[in-house]
Each structure stands twice: as structure tokens, then as C-alpha cells.
């Protein structure tokens, strides 16, 4: 399973100021589906999308994808899933590393709780070779960069997930604060960054947390590299 890896590097990049945080309730509901649009999909053509496993050759998931690019995938629940969780700080430090992150004082409210984490699914079909795709959206200013993507935990039981993760990409230091209130089952994250030119001079700063809104837009990870520049 592609854990943080590109979709997160990606998404550390330059932000600029967003709206304010998302208030989700404590008792909203776990995700069932995972759904959008693959944004360059060839108009006629089916596909399939794959949710892959940390096993090799055994996907946890897939679903079809129809002429317009459009899919809904059910994301999986049971044994399957439970036999590929890891501990919460396994599953989180595995993508730090990726990120040349690392964590600052992480803190989880039940240290018994297990997770699995994915950015990315697999499309195949739609004109074009097997690739990546990640739900995201990337808006460009005059000296700014805003980027907003989804990541999807999975963990066993409810708990929450905080702390500072500092992080050191593409020449700037991005301290990023994680701050989820996890249910058992599928939770959606949002990853946000702000970046920008104030009066103290130049700043990023970046927060995960959890939302309930979706992204309907689907990007390979070298559209969204492209949108950033």
C-alpha cells in the first residue's frame, strides 16, 4: 500500500491560507465509500480502480470505473483489514520516513489501537497505463500555492491522534500538526498547508485532521506536481 509517500510529499508543498478548521462531531459516522472523478480519463472508455494491500498480489478493495471517470469504491472491513494494521505510531512513523519527517511528542489516546493508512489507488483503464490517483486540488496564486488532499485511516477502535511532526522538504522546514479524533472504522483526513509571505517574512505551517468533506477531483501524482508549479 502506498502509505504517505509522493501523495504526502506532494502535499507538503507550497499552501497558502485556507478557510478556518472543520468542526466534525465526535459521533459522526465512519466512511463507507471512497468516490470522485479520475480528472484525465479518456470520455468512452471503462477502467478499474484498486485499493492495494500491505500484502503483495492481494488487493484490499476494487471497483469499476465508468466512461466519465467516475467511481465508487466500498472500502473494506473485517479480517482482511485487520490482519494488515500495525500499531498507530508503526503506521504513522512508516510514512514520516518517507517524508524525511520525523515526529515531535506524537501521542495516542489508546496505545493499543491499530491502523492502516492509504493516499492512493490504482486506476487502470480510461486511455492511459496503470497509474496512481489521488484526490486533491491544487489553486494557484500570485505568490501563493494552495494544495487540499484526502488521506484515509482505518483503525480498529476509537482514539485520538496528536502531536507535532516536523518535516523538511524541497528547502523549507514544515512543521505540521496532527490533531484526529479517530471513530473504529474508516476515517477521512484532510492535509492542508499554509504557506505565505507576511510581515514576518515567509512561513508554512500544515495541519491533518479529520473531515467529513469530500474531494470529488482525482489527480495523478504528476498532475498535481505540475499544478503546483
Do not use: H
Not at 489508546?110 to 486506476?123: I, V
Amino acid at each position: 500500500m502506498r502509505q504517505l509517500g509522493a501523495l504526502a510529499a506532494l502535499s507538503l508543498l507550497l499552501a497558502s491560507c485556507g478557510s478556518g478548521p472543520e468542526r466534525v462531531p465526535d459521533n459522526a459516522p465512519p466512511e463507507t465509500t471512497v468516490s470522485g472523478r479520475i480528472q484525465t480519463w479518456q470520455s468512452g472508455s471503462t477502467g478499474t480502480v484498486t485499493l492495494a494491500g500491505t500484502v503483495p498480489l492481494v488487493p484490499l478493495a476494487s471497483a469499476p470505473v465508468d466512461t466519465t471517470g467516475k467511481f465508487a469504491l466500498t472500502v473494506p472491513t473485517g479480517a482482511l483489514v485487520d490482519a494488515q494494521t500495525r500499531s498507530i505510531p508503526e503506521t504513522l512513523e512508516q510514512g514520516l520516513s518517507d517524508l524525511n519527517c520525523t515526529s515531535d511528542g506524537l501521542t495516542v489516546g489508546d496505545p493499543a489501537a491499530r491502523g492502516l493508512l492509504f493516499f492512493t489507488l490504482r486506476a487502470e483503464g480510461g486511455g492511459a497505463g496503470a497509474r496512481e490517483v489521488v484526490a486533491a486540488s491544487v489553486t494557484k496564486g500570485l505568490i501563493s500555492r494552495t494544495i487540499d488532499a484526502r488521506a484515509w485511516l482505518y483503525v480498529d477502535r476509537a482514539t485520538t491522534l496528536g502531536g507535532k511532526v516536523n518535516c523538511r522538504l524541497e528547502g523549507f522546514d514544515v512543521p505540521v500538526t496532527l490533531d484526529v479524533s479517530a471513530v473504529t472504522g474508516w476515517n477521512m483526513l484532510s492535509l492542508s498547508v499554509t504557506a505565505g509571505v507576511g510581515f514576518g517574512g515567509f512561513g508554512v505551517t500544515g495541519k491533518v485532521s479529520r473531515t467529513l468533506t469530500d474531494l470529488n477531483t482525482w489527480l495523478t501524482l504528476d498532475e498535481v506536481g505540475q499544478a503546483l508549479r
